[in-house]
């Protein structure tokens, strides 16, 4: 193989798994502007995703776009679960008590998970038949196309309903101003628990697109989550668009610096960069200069 | 002589509101400048460029004979100058006692090392520091609740506690961000008391004040802004007689009329009789 | 001496009293052993508990602190043959060296992305324990670690440790202490209230922030190189990030920024996998569980639950 060849090959990797790490990071900027909050619970919305699938698919033999939407509507009901649940019965209004019981929350789920699904590994089938496809020079897989594929959508979705909504635009409201947006006469619990279930959803989406790729298990989601969060603060913590490119760009960095380097510290890679990017520019690469410092 | 804190041409805006276009003014110690203008004027982001808060886009602030543009807060601590906030800041969860002893942290010094190995010399700090707090607590008629938590406090009280924590350490000069707001007649006309003695001590204040009465009471110098600039400087009653100031505050009426001109009549004669 | 001062120097006389004559009551030496665990647990979650007491911010990586005082201290006196004691004070060094690289950038920024980064830092340091094979022994552990001397005596068997361990944990207690009834003591808890106020009266925020991260990462190495003299052997699956979460979760039962808090959690949670044999398979259900409920209804940990039963009595002085 030419090294150009590789390159591309790297390259196509990089946009898969990033696409990935974009979703994930879209549900942190969800949960975040809504409520102020860190969702560690996040990645474990992915290990969901995956396992949903393999049960709808593998045990109830159902078809691939119910059990699709399915395993949406569980995972975004459980996000749901984690707010109306947890965090709006809690005593304490601390940001570090709310955060701890996400942690918490994110534990719990495992342990659940472990339980129903088992320790091992679990198979899911790609969306259509593996046939190799090649693109200047590189070799891949129908599956990569589907993760780009939906995820675009799924971006595409969000920006509809965000800025064409009336529910999309009232949750932008609560976001920028909850006071003034329950003054208005939006309901903001409905939306803080609307939040949670489409970050809930979205890990769900994310979950399926990978787990073909990487398999499902109990927890796939927590490594895959935390790079997720080095993606959202790499585009600037909060802001959608930060997010998209801040996965892509981190899904490229770790294929390329795996490929180029050493595949045995990949997972390293995204926190390194997590770290230099809080030291050198801590508002993220897209954000403006308005970082809030203590 | 050169005035304590000097301020030129201080420039902030936040997306394409100018909050603050091109400021400069004086002010002096053992003086009270008010800082007074409508709603949005920029007068706590001055206050916020001034304490660190901010950086200002342009512009320079001196204070003591250097320059101290974009100084962090708490290294203006060090040099005397120190501030108030417009939403309080009390220590809630610190009784009232310590509240005043942090107000300290800026002129004493044993650090981590000493206070792990409980070394003599950090207990006499100790000891010193929490005399002093008591007394700056006894100024302001707080001592009797010097070992209740800070967040139990009443508005009044904690407003009261603010200032006896900026005053504590004896600075040069303190920030004020609407010390009187929320307070009714008689806690006001205390508040005010105390800071004509504070500035009688030699501290130079500066004030970011709506409460007119007040402010003409016992200003010695006002600057008013208006959308981001200074439109007019001098003493109260020049103030009260300028055209633009009057402009700006009664919408382009000529004679003074309502709150304004009620806190011009009680002017700065009838305060100095209050406090000869 | 102040009232508080007076009631911690109470406390701390009976559980002193209390570590003098347990071992009298404990006849069987592996519980001497649980107690010798207890004890590093308790003084890795009582420096936890003075990051988020003082700075209200929560480490997800005190494991890797841990590890990394264990391994540091392993590798240098067992295959460079350094003192024990030299090996473990070269290990807190670096400790405090990484706390500072991790805490500089992360804790200058309003919001909770320590949380993130020593995540991150953990499992950066557990993926190295495992690549780096040929120093650390890679998964299945490092092991032939001198033990600790004192008065030309290894500190070998559990009952020798136990005095040792004990005291640092004592001490590490009374540090604690000293640091809360201090000037700097009073800057941090003041900052944690209103960050900007403290400022504005002269606390260095960023720098107190960083400073009580190392302390508290310094209690975590320290401990970390107890163990590895002690047990001779480790792993990397002690110093994972899901140890992390163990700390934590002994921090919030005990009681988050309390003094005691970090003695109670770990006393009360360190000897349960002992006691409950199936807890090994419903470890994550337990925690998860114990943590959410403890920090929706009872923020303040057990700590908080005795000041409250102390508060209902009538009060003497009135």
């Known amino acids: 193989m030419s090294g150009a060849e590789q390159l591309s090959q790297y390259l196509i990797s990089g946009l898969t798994t990033g696409a990935v790490y974009a979703l994930v990071a879209l549900g942190f900027c969800l949960i975040y502007n809504t409520t102020h909050i860190v969702n560690f619970a996040q990645g474990d919305f992915l290990s969901l995703g995956g396992l949903l699938l393999y049960s709808l698919l593998a045990g109830a033999g159902l078809a691939l776009p119910l059990a699709f939407a399915l395993t949406v509507l569980g995972s975004a009901l459980v996000g749901a679960a984690l707010e109306r649940l947890a965090l709006r019965q809690a005593r304490s209004r601390e940001v570090t008590v709310l955060i701890f019981i996400t942690v918490a929350a994110s534990v719990f789920l495992r342990g659940v998970f472990k339980e129903v699904w088992g320790k091992q590994a679990l198979a899911v089938p790609s969306f259509s038949p593996e046939t190799p496809l090649r693109l200047l020079g590189a070799t891949f897989t129908p599956q990569n196309l589907w993760v780009v594929g939906i995820t675009l959508a799924a971006i595409a979705g969000l920006g509809w309903f965000f800025n064409r909504t009336l529910t999309g635009k009232a949750m932008r409201a609560v976001a920028i101003n909850p006071r003034a947006a329950a003054l208005m006469g939006i309901d903001v619990e409905r939306m803080l628990l609307y939040s949670f279930a489409l970050a809930g959803g979205l890990g769900g989406v994310a979950g399926m697109l990978i787990t073909p790729i990487t398999t499902a298990s109990y927890t796939i989601g927590v490594i895959i989550g935390l790079k997720g969060f080095a993606a959202a603060v790499l585009g600037g913590y909060g802001s959608f668009m930060g997010a998209v490119v801040g996965g892509l760009g981190l899904g490229l960095l770790e294929s390329l610096g795996a490929g180029l380097m050493s595949s045995a510290y990949k997972d390293v890679i995204a926190f390194v960069v997590l770290l230099l990017v809080l030291f050198l520019r801590p508002q993220g690469l897209l954000g403006r200069g308005e970082a809030a410092r203590v | ?31 009270i400048t008010a800082m007074i203008g409508p709603n949005g004027a920029g007068k706590t982001t001055a ?122 350490a004896r600075p040069q000069m303190v920030l004020l961000d609407e010390p009187v707001a929320g307070l009714n007649a008689a806690e006001t006309d205390a508040m005010g008391q105390a800071l004509v003695r504070a500035r009688d001590l030699g501290v130079g204040l500066v004030l970011v004040e709506h409460d007119m009465a007040l402010v003409m009471k016992i200003s010695d110098q006002v600057v008013v802004l208006s959308f981001g600039q200074k439109i007019a400087q001098g003493d109260p009653l020049q103030v009260q007689n300028d055209p633009q100031v009057l402009a700006t505050y009664l919408g382009g009426r000529q004679e003074p009329v309502n709150g304004f001109a009620a806190g011009a009549g009680r002017g700065p004669a009838a305060g100095e009789a209050a406090h000869a | 001496m102040t009232r508080g001062g007076r009631i911690f120097a109470l406390q701390l006389a009976a559980l002193a009293l209390g570590v003098l004559v347990m071992p009298l009551l404990v006849g069987n030496p592996y519980y001497l052993n649980v107690l010798n665990v207890m004890a590093l647990m308790v003084i890795v979650v009582t420096g936890l508990n003075l990051l988020i007491g003082f700075a209200g911010h929560i480490s997800l990586g005190h494991a890797a602190f841990f590890g ?44 909770n992305y320590l949380v993130m980064a020593t995540l991150g830092a953990n499992l950066i340091f557990t993926t190295v324990l495992l690549q780096l094979d040929q120093v650390t022994g890679g998964p299945s552990g490092f092991s032939g670690i001198p033990p600790l001397s004192l008065f030309g005596q290894a500190v070998v068997d559990d009952q020798s440790f136990y005095w040792l361990v004990w005291a640092a944990a004592l001490l590490g207690l009374v540090v604690a202490r000293n640091l809360a009834q201090s000037r700097v003591g009073r800057g941090l808890r003041a900052l944690k209230d209103a960050p900007a106020a403290a400022a504005a009266l002269g606390v260095d925020v960023a720098r107190y922030k960083t400073s009580i991260f190392i302390i508290s990462a310094l209690y975590a190495g320290v401990a970390g190189s107890l163990y590895a003299h002690y047990f001779g052997i480790i792993a990397p699956k002690s110093f994972d990030i899901f140890v992390s979460v163990e700390l934590v979760t002994m921090c919030l039962v005990g009681g988050m920024g309390s003094l005691w808090g970090g003695f109670l959690g770990a006393a009360f949670l360190t000897p349960l996998p002992q006691v409950l044999h199936v807890f090994d398979e419903y470890k994550d259900i337990f925690y998860g569980g114990v943590l959410l409920v403890l920090l929706i209804y009872q923020p303040q940990g057990l700590a908080g639950l005795w000041a409250r039963l102390r508060a209902r009595r009538p009060l003497e002085t009135a």
């Not at chain 2, 394409?16 to 053992?30: Q, Y």
């Open chain 3, 68 to 111: 990394l005082g264990a391994y540091i201290s392993a590798v240098l006196s067992a295959t460079y043959g350094l003192d024990p004691w030299l090996a473990m004070l070269a290990a807190a060094l670096a400790v405090a060296g990484i706390a500072l690289v991790i805490g500089l950038p992360t804790l200058r920024l309003a919001g």
């Open chain 2, 47 to 168: 206050i916020n460029c001034i304490s660190g808060a901010y950086r200002p886009q342009a512009g320079r602030v001196f204070f003591a004979g250097r320059e101290v543009t974009g100084l962090a807060a708490h290294r203006l601590a060090r040099l005397g100058l120190t501030r108030t906030f417009q939403n309080l800041q009390v220590f809630s969860q610190l009784s009232v006692l310590e509240n005043v002893m942090v107000g300290l942290h800026a002129v004493t010094h044993q650090g981590f090392a000493s206070a792990i190995l409980r070394l003599p010399a950090m207990r006499r700090e100790e000891r010193a520091i929490a005399e002093q707090a008591m007394a700056a607590l006894e100024d302001l008629g707080l001592a009797a609740v010097a070992h209740r938590p800070a967040g139990q406090l009443s508005y009044g009280d904690r407003k009261r506690l603010e200032l006896a924590r900026a005053l504590a």
């Open chain 2, 1 to 31: 002589m050169e005035p304590l804190l000097r301020v030129e041409g201080l420039s902030l805006a936040f997306g394409g509101v100018k909050a603050l276009d091109g400021v400069s003014f004086n002010a002096r110690a053992g003086a």
